[in-house]
């Protein structure tokens, strides 16, 4: 569970490295092959959207983007 903006941006960074590996997994192993590691990282990747999900709903998340300063919601992530 998502329970800080730091494990959050953990979380997000986890995201994008597993998106990547099963890119690569598609790539290098025709359908058929890898099934099982790539239905594992499917799982993860789920699981980490919706553990985003519920953190961006939380009190904490909208409190951080209140006091958020405005040069930073520009800033490139």
Known sequence: MISNAME???AREELRLLERRLEE???SHPIGSKGFTKAGIRKLIARLHEEL???EGS???RNQRRNKPAWSAAAPR
């Open 8 to 10: 959050y941006e953990k």
């Open 25 to 27: 997994l598609a790539r």
């Open 53 to 55: 999900a519920v953190y």
């Open 59 to 61: 009190e904490e998340a």
